[in-house]
């Protein structure tokens, strides 16, 4: 029997697209802090209110909701969600939850630890440092959050001058606040998928042709220095489920990770419709003796759809 799916951050772009492409294949339950934010085109009935992540008594909540549904594998689909999966794993213990282990999670949502941690073991990443570092700094360089998600507060600086207005504008403490190499190249955001033992399965690198926050429109990608890249890196962290890296593709044919999501990405329905299964793929026990193979040539292409009542 298929199992149960339910998505968290129902509101989140391409649910819609996951619903149409799955509907046959999954029973899935898409949940939102608002379920009027989640896309007309899913049925009311497959709809469920959530708390907002930093509410009190969101884990036991969303456990109790797990329970009541008989979900069989919850798939968070943001970054606030993700500190609360092992009290929600607690709480709804017959409930699998497609992210990777804790610890990876922690790592990977403080970015300079993520990109520190990159480099401990051996693995490509661009300079980083935070801001009460900068003396160090080269400009020009990307400035963002230590902390956050789809690139809010992403700003490129060209100088010490514009670091200043960046510090005093975020109103964050320096040490919250990080410089990172600029990278320039061709932008990937990559799907990994592995099993429940970290057996590698899939990687499927979509191109980022636009991006306002999420991407908006990108493409399947096939490249082989991006696959390897992803594999070496994978062998490395050997993480289970579906994660995202984001990368820059360099002019040497480097493909040098940038960001990690420990979740899936935005980007997800264009793996699915590409013919990837992270789902499936979860479920497996062995390591295969290939990797699937994404289709190539497969795009995404987002635009704003007015909804009138």
Excluded at 53 to 68: I, K, T
Excluded at 154 to 163: D, K, Q
Aim: charged residues 20%; negative net charge; glycine residues 6%.
């Amino acid at each position: 029997m298929a199992p149960k799916l339910m998505f968290t951050g129902g509101g989140g772009a391409g649910n819609e697209a996951i619903y149409r492409q799955w509907q046959d294949r999954y029973e899935m339950i898409f949940a939102d802090a608002d379920p009027s934010a989640i896309d007309p085109s899913i049925p009311m009935e497959r709809r469920c209110q959530i708390l907002l992540a930093n509410a009190p008594g969101y884990s036991e909540a969303l456990g109790a909701l797990c329970r009541e549904h008989e979900i069989d594998l919850l798939i968070p689909g943001v970054d606030e969600e993700l500190p609360h999966m092992p009290t929600v794993a607690q709480a709804a213990p017959e409930t699998d939850i497609l992210v990777p282990e804790n610890t990876f999670v922690t790592q990977s949502m403080d970015k300079l630890e993520s990109a520190h941690a990159l480099q401990r073991q051996g693995l490509a990443a661009p300079v980083t440092a935070t801001m009460a570092e900068m003396e160090d700094f080269t400009f020009p360089c990307f400035a963002k959050p230590r902390q956050g998600r789809g690139s809010r507060g992403v700003r490129v600086l060209e100088s010490r001058e514009e670091a200043a207005a960046y510090h005093v504008l975020s109103g964050l403490p320096a040490r919250d606040i990080l410089l990172q190499e600029l990278l320039q190249g061709r932008e990937f955001t990559v799907m990994i998928a592995a099993d429940r033992t970290g057996n590698l399965h899939a990687i499927v690198p979509v191109e980022v042709a636009i991006k306002r926050g999420i991407t908006i429109r990108a493409r399947v990608v096939m490249n082989e220095d991006v696959l390897a890249g992803c594999r070496a890196m994978h062998d490395v962290l050997k993480q289970s489920g579906c994660y995202n890296i984001q990368l820059m593709l360099m002019d040497d044919r480097r493909a040098i990770p940038f960001e990690i999501n420990p979740r899936v990405s935005t980007t997800f329905c264009l793996g699915i419709a590409a013919g990837i299964d992270p789902v499936n793929i979860y479920y497996l026990s062995e390591a295969p003796e290939q990797l699937l193979t994404a289709q190539d040539g497969i795009e995404l292409h987002r635009h704003w759809k007015n909804v009138i009542h």
